[in-house]
């Protein structure tokens, strides 16, 4: 177990370089970050405060030494300055990364309960009703982008019948989950959630009449032990590491910002920060911030997923 765990510490050590190397490199590739710095009173001034100002971002350097640099401030959990606004980075992502935690969670509980149930009962009710009505939620939940279902939702469920708001996030005093503030939540997670669920219940479905075909639940049931433990017992355990799979990176997307419904339903997340302020701006600091905390969030998930898989699976814990 412990070398299992180490090798996967390892490859996520190397992706994270990897990562921050390319960061690195593509935000040189754009303007110069003096232009956002100065505006339009670069005219006004001199070369002498111009250079001042490169050495105060960081840009008089070789490029070499901008990335050394660069990483010993992220080790010291140093982010650096947003040009745009002149705030620190790491405030800035903490102020909006809650409405994306608060977004991402709710989308994710819908998808893995609806999901899993919906996928369980098409493998249990296979060539039924039942079955027909879950492959068809999958079928549109797949097809269906999200820049129309939640236009749809918007329109049916806000404008026409009333029930939900169409968008922001209320007044947000009290508790999340009174109706006053729930309501606000309950369309942008099902339309963040719905496609997702969609995937989980096709992986569960085919991996549930993978499992229900084999010889160990034939014998099972021969020797009559009770369908719901045969299900949920010797199925569903089982059947979970492909969802497990979809689920944790699912996760992982939804932190790194669900960027369509955030400006669908004006919620500011962490996902409209970095298209609005970083890349709009061409703020780099604030982009390579954000998409640094994006690939720590993916890589963290990606080795919870390792983990559970040995929990799950002896046969990868001593592989």
Known sequence: MARFLLRRLFSILISIIGATLVI?????????????????????????????????LGVDKSLPEQ?????????????????????????????????????????????????ISIGVLSAVKRA????????????FGQATPQFWSGVMAILIFAVILGWFPAGTLGNREGFIFEWSNLRHWILPWIVL????????????????????????????????????????????RNALIPPLTSALILLADYLNGALVVEIIFSLPGIGTVALNQAVYDNDWPLLAGTVLCFIGI??????????????????????
């Open 24 to 56: 690195f490199t593509l935000t040189r590739f754009g303007p110069d970050p003096v232009d956002l710095y100065l505006g339009d009173s670069q005219a006004e001034v001199s070369e002498e405060f111009i250079q001042m100002i490169r050495a105060e």
């Open 67 to 115: 990335y050394a640099r660069w990483v010993w401030s992220i080790l010291r959990l140093d982010m650096g300055q947003s040009i745009g606004t002149l705030r620190p980075v790491s405030e800035i992502i903490k102020i909006h990364i809650g409405t994306t935690l608060i977004l991402a969670a709710g989308a994710w509980v819908f998808a893995i309960s609806v999901g």
């Open 128 to 139: 039924t009703f039942w079955d027909y009505i879950g492959r068809s939620f999958a079928l």
């Open 193 to 236: 959630g719905w496609p997702a669920s969609a995937g989980i219940m096709r992986l569960t479905r085919s991996s549930m009449l993978e499992i229900l075909d084999s010889e160990y639940i034939k014998l099972a049931r021969a020797k009559g032990v009770a369908p719901q433990k045969i299900i949920w017992k010797h199925g569903l």
């Open 298 to 319: 993916y890589v963290s998930f990606a080795f919870l997923a390792d983990i559970l898989y040995a929990l799950i699976d002896p046969r990868i814990r001593y592989a």
